[in-house]
């Protein structure tokens, strides 16, 4: 059964802390609005393997962090974060069969009601960003979930089997 | 009964999500309601931007490292070279603060002349803009000071060119601006030639600010410099904020379309000033009066 050890909160408060780090680094202006959404995509990540430990709660903490740190909304990245966590933890045993291709597009299909969600709640509170604001990030995190997904899986494995 | 408890003893369910789920999402909800409303939540947002005040420095850290380290290995022949235009620049500079010395002189006189109120020069400060992203659907700065320093929401942002925005939010230690191109961002300006009063809204574009509220006929032409005309209270006015760039005139149409440049390099600055405006210690003072 140690595959099924529980894994000890600090990994995934590191990758949370980083995922913060990365969505705060500054990048040139061109580039900026094609950031794929670290959190969010960590959040799919933790929900997906350890959705016991990590679900609703843990992902709407970090998104009011998200809020603070990008100076949105206070709750509405925690909104979008635990919408799309809250239907991770929904289908994980059947996202975690999907093969890597389909897995990949669930993903789009979550980054895309995420950023959906934002869209609608910037729209209520008066906020008009260029379109390319939000369909960005889906695109680019869609892109980045692979390579992503097998770091983040050897990672989680490694913690596990206690190497 | 076996079928249930065999359901309910499943690894893979977890309980009361959906109830989590839903509970959490009317917290939302009500903290984007009182967020939205009025800055209720000042108090929650400055703590947990203090929690995450470390991880902004250290995100600014490779960026100040680099500006550090270019400085030491900035060669003789460079340092030289800016030393000389420094020099050259206070030599420009110099003649016309002496002149500025006895205009403000001159001004004070007419002024009393006039029995207008004097003019209280602003407090500037030098901020440095830390090299970390904020919101994605803004266009805004974060700064290296915050409510501890003394920094204020509305508090104008300018630098050695013009406005670059105001003061959105304040944390203990750090403070989000917002540029005058955010298309959420109105401010009010007078055309320097002529004292003719409008509004420039940001467009979400670096280099533009649009003016939709000019009649026709106003007396507004391309090259008319726009600086702010302190009606807002927000900003201080005569500082230069854009210059005009193209005015078109369609007969048919109420307005013109004018269109203006921010004189400050919006997203190139690396240092700001935050001005301490004079008006608001006087609104501060009257108040205190009042309370009296």
Redesign the interface.
């Known amino acids: 059964m140690s595959k099924f050890r529980a894994v000890s909160n600090l990994p995934v408060l590191v990758t949370i802390v980083v995922a913060l780090m990365l969505t705060m680094m500054p990048l040139p202006d061109s580039i900026a609005a094609f950031r794929p959404d670290w959190v969010a995509l960590i959040m799919i990540f933790w929900a997906l393997n350890i959705p016991r430990s990590y679900s609703v709660g843990a992902a709407w903490i970090a998104g009011v962090f998200v809020d603070v740190t990008q100076g949105t909304l206070l709750g509405q990245y925690a909104l979008a974060l635990c919408a799309i966590t809250y239907i991770t933890v929904k289908f994980h045993l059947l996202m975690r069969v999907f093969p890597l291709l389909q897995l990949t597009a669930t993903v789009f299909a979550l980054l895309a009601l995420y950023q959906f969600l934002l869209f609608w709640i910037n729209g209520v509170a008066g906020v008009n960003a260029p379109a390319v604001s939000y369909w960005g990030p889906v695109l680019t995190g869609a892109l980045i979930w692979p390579p992503l997904y097998s770091f983040m899986s050897r990672m989680l494995y490694r913690v596990q089997s206690g190497n | 009964m076996a079928a249930t408890r065999s359901y309910n003893s499943n690894?893979?369910r977890?309980p009361a999500?959906?109830a989590?789920?839903f509970a959490?999402?009317l917290?939302?909800?009500?903290?984007?309601f009182?967020?939205?409303r009025d800055n209720h939540?000042d108090t929650?947002?400055n703590a947990?931007?203090a929690?995450?005040y470390p991880?902004?420095v250290?995100?600014d850290a490779p960026?100040r490292l680099l500006a550090k380290a270019g400085e030491i290995i900035e060669s003789r022949d460079e340092l030289q070279r800016e030393n000389d235009r420094l020099t050259d620049e206070i030599l420009l500079t110099a003649p016309r603060l002496q002149q500025l010395s006895a205009l403000r002189a001159e001004n004070a006189r007419l002024r009393g002349l006039l029995d207008a109120r004097q003019r209280v020069p602003d407090e500037v400060r030098v901020v440095e803009i830390m090299?970390?992203?904020?919101?994605?659907?803004?266009h805004?700065i974060v700064l290296d000071l915050g409510s501890n320093d003394g920094v204020y929401d509305g508090q104008a942002v300018i630098d050695a060119d013009g406005i670059i925005g105001q003061v959105?939010?304040t944390?203990p230690m750090t403070a989000?601006a917002i540029l005058i191109s955010d298309?959420?961002h109105a401010l009010l300006v007078e055309v320097n030639r002529n004292g003719l009063r409008t509004v420039a809204y940001g467009t979400?574009e670096?280099g533009r600010l649009d003016l939709p509220g000019l009649p026709n006929n106003a007396d507004i032409r391309a090259g008319d410099l726009l600086v702010t005309s302190g009606l807002g209270g927000t900003f201080p006015s005569g500082y230069p904020v854009a210059v005009v760039n193209t005015v078109t005139r369609i007969p048919q149409e109420a307005f013109a379309d004018v269109t203006a440049t921010p004189s400050a390099a919006l997203?190139q600055v690396r240092e700001v000033m935050l001005i301490w405006s004079s008006r608001r210690e006087d609104e501060i003072a009257a108040k205190a009066d009042d309370d009296e």
Request: hydrophobic share 55%.
């Open positions: 690894p893979a977890i999500l959906g989590r789920a959490l999402l917290l939302s909800l009500l903290l984007m009182l967020d939205h939540l929650v947002r947990i931007s929690a995450i991880i902004r250290l995100v960026s090299a970390v992203d904020a919101n994605p659907f803004r805004s959105m939010q944390g989000d298309p959420g979400g670096f997203d």
